[in-house]
């Protein structure tokens, strides 16, 4: 089984201060992370994934497999960060050459200005 | 150009009724999935087709049929509505179906039970 856990429903923070949205995974096999944002009034979208170890709009995560966590920091947040942030995993479908994607509870990230 | 298009956007109907929501990607995707994200903002997988086949289906009670005419399309019908059935639901559609690739979501449809 593949589960996502996003220990934090709701975030504030300032303007200016870093963030760090915290997402754990249990996953038996070797799992594919991802950071999905939806933004006020528009879709659920890909922020980044860690296979291509990129930072977006300021924001990374790492993946740390002995912690099985995949974190995801900005060092400096703005305003426009504001928005609900899920982090989601990828395994395998036992049998198949399939995947399915998880997603985890979400978190609701609002930044003051 | 919309990639992933949902309608309608809002529903509302009585318990009992019988209800679709329709699906449609021009993305050229070969996989669509159906998710339901409940009150609480938790966003469950419902179903996966690729290529019309259907992949996942994650013990959705069967008054949930999902209907793949094509590629392109991804339908949800929900037979006898239910006050819990009341959530958005969004469809998505992927390149292919491993799981690795972004997936592109819809807006979303909100459908109220009453």
């Known amino acids: 089984a593949q589960r996502v856990t996003q220990p934090e429903k709701l975030l504030s923070v300032f303007k200016g201060a870093p963030v760090e949205l915290k997402c754990n995974y249990s996953?038996?096999?070797?799992?594919?992370l991802f950071w999905y944002v939806q933004y006020s009034r528009q879709r659920l979208q890909l922020l980044l994934r860690h296979i291509s170890r990129e930072s977006i709009k300021g924001f990374t995560a790492d993946l740390n497999k002995g912690e099985t966590s995949f974190h995801l920091k900005k060092p400096f947040a703005q305003e426009e960060d504001s928005a609900m942030y899920y982090c989601a995993l990828s395994g395998r479908i036992a049998g198949t050459s399939y995947g399915k994607l998880t997603f985890g509870q979400g978190t609701i990230l609002t930044v003051h200005p | 150009d919309t990639a992933v298009s949902q309608t309608p956007k809002y529903l509302v109907t009585q318990m009992g009724n019988d209800k679709s929501i329709k699906c449609e990607q021009n993305?050229?995707?070969?996989?669509m999935y159906w998710y339901k994200q409940d009150s609480k903002k938790f966003l469950k997988i419902m179903f996966s087709y690729n290529n019309k086949e259907l992949i996942i289906n994650e013990t959705v009670p069967n008054r949930f049929s999902p209907k793949s005419p094509d590629k392109a399309h991804l339908n949800l019908h929900i037979n006898s509505l239910e006050l819990g059935d009341s959530a958005v639901y969004f469809c998505a559609s992927s390149q292919e179906g491993t799981g690795n690739t972004e997936a592109f979501f819809g807006q979303g449809t909100r459908l109220t039970v009453v």
């Open positions: 993305l050229g995707h070969d996989t």
């Open positions: 996953y038996s096999g070797s799992p594919e």
